[in-house]
């Protein structure tokens, strides 16, 4: 028997290579003395009474594994396995021997491939066989099993596994040598059958055959990896793998399916049989891991940090809110509503406070009696806005706190209010984490007192008294009543004026001034003293100053200018001064008195009827057509000869009703409606000329004017 399974290991080249047969598609036929594929549990005898094994109750479902040391193996043994199956009599009962001490394990499955038509069969090559000859096991002779049947199923189609042996070819099949025969049951029996083995060695069956392309095949390489998983596929028995072969399995150009194992009931089976995850499919599962552990730390640090922003919010109480004060016109003022932000967390999250504490204009209880009231914000580095409307609800002031310091008031009235203080992150470090505004209405009433003052308290008579009025809110000239004839106030720097003539005669003593302004009324008292008047007394008419032009005595077109309204003040650059270059005489001297036949007892107390008393002043020119000047800026109103004791006559307006009037002239240097400057040549005198300064009627001392005696005239 030793020799047989010799001469059969060295002469599996000589054997004859069955030329390769199609065969015909049929069901696999089970035989009765096939031997079933070996289990775990006990082994049933078999019909001809031989013990066989039977396939695994629940096998999974084989995967192809990426091992070119496997795949090589598989290439080597497969046709030694065929050619022992082919070459064993199929009447001739297996022998078995009994096992060694050592358990048993069956070999791994040679699962069917299926077969590529009309391709040859590669030649088997004795350099394997060689090699993988020493490989197996030295074992009792295997029973030789029956010649397989048909193929049972078409390529890719699985027979189901039973518990006889598929049915044999019609055809003979090339004899083994018994040591093929041998070494295929001595790999049906290797520990690497059964289900204890590890399952990378499970993965890799010694029968099957894998080409090149199958391996380089990712698909194919995931079902590989299911192969591993499946534990019971080791059972399944060579004649049902050897059924499912062909007799000269030819390489396939491309790679061959793996047969699928038996579908099972089992839901273990089940899960088993469910693929494994690809490299995206691993990544992606991977990464949705990764991205709920994250969700899990950002809700942690969520729940940590809302606990931190709930504390922190709660500690921003309103003792953190800004203290503004505000003060107008020296009243301190309430706020009416307010809206801070109070930071919690950093510039990002703060809280809000925000509260309407009165809806209506808080109203003032004294009156504003300045024209520029003041605004005191403090602090003062916060951003002001400033809006102030009359009754009419015209806005009269808009702009900052700091621009209404120049505001001035054009009139008196009741005026609301509205100012909104702004804390921006612009502001000073110790409040720039603090923003808001806070509002401030009121309503107050501005009753401005214009100032009312007597310029000249005392003055003496033919001179001028002066009254001045500050700006007034109501923008009306302000009135003056009195014994006292005056042209009324006109505009001056600072508010208005009035120019009080004092006539020579004018009762001396106290005299009551009445001045009304925006409302308001004062009394002024204004003290006049006599005048030192000179007077001549002739024993003949013929003796008296002649041309002579009394008050009462001036031409209608000279009467008709002194009622006209005045200009504006032109004296104020320059003053007056005295309208000959040269040196004059003054026969006539204002308020002096001629009289006619008085008495010596009359003269000497200066007490009589009959005299005359000069209003103006004649004046007589060292030198005859001597050239006059224009004593202060005017405007000339008349220029012309009047004819008579007038000759050519010229009126200049000096503004404020004060007018000089010149008689007695030969020539005239200027017209009517020229404005004329001082010491402007005005024109040529004659023998005698008499110069008369007027405020509108009433004639003062021209003089006091020239010389710059008169102090009424010097307030403009």
């Given at each position: 028997m ?6 059969t290991?060295?002469?599996p080249e000589?054997?004859?290579?069955p ?8 069901s696999?036929q089970?035989?009765?003395?096939t ?5 775990d ?6 019909a001809?009474?031989?013990t ?12 192809a594994k990426?091992n070119?040391?496997t795949t ?17 009599p199929?009447?001739e ?6 096992p060694?001490q050592?358990?048993?394990v069956?070999?791994?499955p040679e699962?069917a ?5 009309n391709?040859?069969e590669?030649?088997?090559t ?5 090699a993988?000859?020493p490989?197996?096991?030295?074992v009792?002779?295997t029973?030789?099993?029956?010649e397989?049947a048909?193929?049972?199923?078409p390529a ?11 049915a044999?070819d019609?055809t003979?099949a090339?004899?083994?040598p018994?040591?093929?025969a041998a070494a ?9 059958q059964?289900g ?8 890799e069956p010694s ?8 391996a380089?095949?990712?698909a194919l390489?995931?079902?590989a990896a ?5 534990s ?5 028995s060579?004649?049902?793998?050897m059924a499912?072969?062909?007799?000269d ?5 491309g790679p061959?399916p ?13 899960e088993?049989d469910?693929?494994?995850?690809t490299?995206?499919?691993?990544l992606?599962?991977?990464v949705?891991g990764?991205?709920?552990w994250l969700?899990?730390v950002?809700l942690?640090?969520l729940?940590?940090?809302?606990g ?5 919010y709660r500690?921003?109480?309103?003792d953190?809110?800004p ?5 107008f ?6 706020p009416t ?6 930071p919690v967390v950093?510039?990002f999250?703060r809280?809000?406070y925000?509260e ?5 204009p808080?109203v003032l209880?004294d009156?504003?009696s ?5 605004i005191?914000?403090t602090?003062?580095?916060y951003s002001?806005q ?9 806005t ?16 008196n009235?009741?005026?609301d209010?509205k100012l ?5 992150d612009?502001a ?8 808001g505004?806070?509002?401030w209405?009121f ?6 007192k ?7 308290p005392?003055v003496?008579?033919g ?7 500050g ?5 009306t000239e ?7 004839e005056?042209?009324g ?5 600072n ?9 020579w005669?004018a009762e001396?003593?106290n ?7 925006d409302?308001y009324?004062e009394?002024l008292?204004?003290?006049?003293r006599?005048a030192a008047y000179?007077?001549?007394d002739?024993?003949?008419?013929s003796?008296?100053t002649?041309?002579?032009i009394?008050a009462?005595?001036a031409p209608?077109?000279v ?5 006209a ?7 104020a650059?320059?003053?007056?001064v005295?309208?000959f270059?040269?040196?004059?005489d ?5 308020g002096m ?6 008495s010596?007892?009359e003269?000497s ?6 005299g005359?008393?000069?209003t103006?002043?004649?004046?007589k ?5 001597d050239s ?8 000339v109103l008349?220029?012309e000869?009047?004819?008579g004791?007038y000759?050519y006559?010229?009126?200049?307006d000096?503004?404020?009703?004060l007018?000089?009037?010149f ?11 020229d404005?004329v400057?001082q010491?402007q040549?005005?024109?040529?005198s004659g ?20 010389r710059?005696q008169?102090?009424?005239?010097k307030?403009?």
């Open positions: 030793e020799e047989d399974k010799k001469s290991a060295v002469q000589e054997a004859p290579k030329k390769p047969r199609r065969r015909k598609a049929a696999p089970p035989a009765a003395d031997p079933p594929a070996p289990t549990s006990a082994e049933p005898p078999a001809d009474g031989q066989t094994k039977k396939p695994a109750a629940s096998p999974k479902k084989p995967r990426k070119t040391k090589k193996t598989a290439k080597s043994k497969t046709p030694k396995a065929a050619k022992t199956a082919k070459e064993a199929a009447d009962p297996p022998e078995r021997k009994a060694a050592e358990s048993p069956p070999a791994a699962l491939e299926p077969k590529s038509e391709k040859p590669p030649p088997e004795p350099a394997r066989e060689d993988a000859a490989t197996v096991p030295d009792p002779s029973p030789e099993l029956p397989p048909e193929k049972a199923e890719g189609t699985e027979p189901e596994p039973t518990a006889d042996a598929p044999v019609d003979p090339a004899e083994a018994p040591e093929a295929d049951t001595a790999v049906t029996d290797t520990p690497e059964t204890d083995v590890p399952a990378e060695d499970a993965a029968g099957l055959v894998f080409s090149d392309d199958l380089n095949d990712k390489a995931a079902e299911r192969m591993a998983n499946i019971r596929t080791a059972q399944l060579i004649a049902q793998i499912g072969l062909e007799e399995p030819a390489p396939s150009a061959a793996a047969p699928e194992a038996p579908q099972h009931n089992s839901a273990a089976d089940d088993d469910e693929p494994q995850d490299i995206p499919q691993a992606g599962r991977g949705f990764m991205f709920k969700l899990l950002v942690f640090v729940i940590i940090a809302g931190g922003v709930a504390w922190l500690s921003a109480t309103p953190m809110l203290e503004v004060k505000v003060t016109d020296g009243q301190e003022l309430a509503a307010y809206k801070w932000h109070v950093g510039s999250f809280r809000t925000a309407t504490l009165n809806s209506s808080v209880e009156a504003i300045d024209a520029s009231p003041d005191i914000v602090p003062s580095d002001t400033l809006t102030i409307t009359d009754a009419d609800k015209e009269v002031y808009e702009g900052s706190a700091t621009g209404f310091r120049s505001y001035l008031f054009a009139e009235g009741t005026f209010a909104v203080v702004t804390a921006s612009s000073a470090e110790d409040r720039s984490s603090v923003t505004t806070e509002t209405q309503r107050f009433t501005v009753s401005i214009p100032s009312i003052t007597l310029c000249t005392t003496q008579q001179s001028v008294a002066a009254v001045r009025v700006s007034t809110m109501s923008r302000p009135t003056l009543t009195g014994p006292l005056s042209t106030f006109v505009r001056a720097a508010g208005w004026i009035c120019y009080l003539p004092i006539p005669n001396t003593g005299t009551e001034l009445t001045v009304t302004a409302g009324t009394t008292t204004l003290s006049v006599a000179s007077y001549k002739y024993s003949a008419k003796q008296l002649s041309p002579y009394g009462d005595d209608d077109a009467r008709r200018l002194l009622t309204d005045g200009g504006e003040i032109q004296w650059t320059g003053g007056f005295q309208p270059l040269d040196s004059f003054t026969p006539l001297l204002y008195t001629e009289y006619v036949g008085r010596y007892s003269r107390t200066n007490y009589g009827y009959g005359r008393t000069s103006n002043v004649v004046i020119p060292k030198k005859s057509k006059m000047i224009v004593p202060a800026s005017g405007h008349l220029a000869d009047l004819g004791n000759g006559t010229v009126v200049i000096h503004g404020a009703g007018r000089s009037i008689y007695g002239l030969t020539a005239l240097n200027v017209e009517a409606g404005d400057k010491g040549l005005l024109g040529t023998r005698t000329v008499v110069a008369e300064l007027r405020i509108g009627t009433v004639p003062i001392n021209p003089l006091l004017v020239w710059g008169c102090d009424g005239l307030y403009y």
